[in-house]
C-alpha cells in the first residue's frame, strides 16, 4: 500500500469516526430532549388537570371559606372576574365543566355564596 493509500485510509477512518461520533451527540441530545419534553407533559398536565365536579365537593364549599380552601377542594376556577370597590374587593370564581356550571362569590376574599347547576 503506498502512503497515499494509508493517508486516505487514514483520513476515512478519522472522518467516520468524527461522524459517528456526532451522530451520538445529536442521539443523546435529542433523547435528553425527548425526556425533558414528557416530563414537562407531565407537568402541565398536573398544573392543568382540574377536580372533577360534584355535587358532593360543591357541597363541601361553605360561606366564610378562603380562596386556596375552596381551590384545594374544586380546584383552579376556569375563570376570575375580580372587582375592587372602595371598601370591597369582590371576586367571582367560575368553573365550568361540560354543560354544568359552579359559581362562587367572594366578598374581601371569602366565601360569600355559591350556585350550581349540578345534578345529583
Not at 27 to 47: D, K
Not at 56 to 64: F, H, P, Q, S
Not at 65 to 83: C, F, H, N, R, Y
Amino acid at each position: 500500500m503506498t502512503n497515499d493509500e494509508l493517508m486516505l485510509k487514514h483520513e476515512s477512518r478519522r472522518a467516520s469516526g468524527c461522524h459517528a461520533g456526532a451522530a451520538r451527540r445529536r442521539v443523546i441530545r435529542c433523547s435528553s430532549f425527548g425526556v425533558m419534553f414528557i416530563a414537562l407533559l407531565f407537568a402541565l398536565a398536573g398544573c392543568n388537570s382540574s377536580k372533577s365536579l360534584t355535587k358532593a365537593n360543591v357541597d363541601e364549599v361553605t360561606e366564610g371559606m378562603a380562596k386556596k380552601q375552596v381551590e384545594s377542594i374544586l380546584g383552579p376556577p376556569t375563570t376570575v372576574d375580580t372587582k375592587d370597590f372602595a371598601l370591597l374587593k369582590k371576586t367571582v370564581y367560575v368553573y365550568n365543566q361540560g354543560k354544568d356550571t359552579v359559581t362562587v362569590v367572594f366578598k374581601d376574599d371569602k366565601v360569600q355564596s355559591k350556585a350550581s347547576t349540578l345534578s345529583e
